[in-house]
């Protein structure tokens, strides 16, 4: 762990994140590493406020304990990590992957809250997995780049780097109509916005 140093590339809030709740799992029996973290950095004492409020860790005896909630969170943001190929092993949706059919996109309108991102509830900033959450939430219907770039509140620089990812892990598709590139969901990030959709509500929950 290192105590939320970013170093040259500053590191996704989420994954800060993760990476502190597993470290408090990690010393279920070295409560004092925790303490030692908590005084040393204010991040953490930030998220430690956050889990605590979300019961993804109580307090039982003077004891840190990530509870089965904050077990789900970890799992979870870990599949999303496995789905846009910054993990490379992804035996553990492999299956839900396969299984994942064609469906009624319109269903999936009410997906996710507007406003209310998993960055939120970690600071002002969005993480990678809210960016990615928004183009895929706006391409449920097809659409076109620029009305994708302008909902999600990105640069042309920005759009391009994470519609690689979309691509690349078969987030998304791109069609051609009319010689103009639309953005079509995939059955696979359908999958990844009911994952992001949980998540958030684990984190809303009090």
Do not use: W
Request: charge should be positive.
């Amino acid at each position: 762990m290192n105590g939320g140093n970013t170093g040259r590339q500053r590191r996704d809030i989420v994954d800060v994140a993760l990476d502190f709740l597993r470290f408090i799992e990690e010393n279920y029996d070295h409560q004092e590493r925790i303490r030692i973290s908590l005084s040393y950095y204010k991040v953490y004492r930030k998220y430690m406020n956050l889990f605590l409020q979300s019961r993804l860790v109580i307090i039982d005896r003077d004891k840190y304990i990530v509870t089965d909630k904050g077990r789900e969170f970890i799992e979870l943001i870990k599949i999303l990590k496995k789905m846009i190929g910054e993990d490379s092993s992804s035996d553990t949706i492999k299956n839900i992957i396969l299984s994942a059919k064609e469906t009624d996109l319109s269903t999936y309108k009410t997906f996710i809250p507007k406003k209310i991102y998993i960055g939120s509830f970690l600071g002002k900033a969005r993480s990678i997995y809210d960016i990615i959450a928004c183009i895929l939430y706006n391409s449920i219907s097809p659409t076109s780049k620029t009305r994708a770039m302008v909902k999600c509140g990105l640069n042309i620089n920005q759009f391009s780097k994470y519609l690689h990812i979309l691509t690349k892990n078969d987030l998304i598709k791109l069609n051609q109509v009319n010689g103009k590139t639309e953005l079509m969901i995939s059955s696979r990030g359908i999958i990844y916005l009911l994952i992001y959709r949980r998540i958030v509500s684990l984190l809303a929950q009090r």
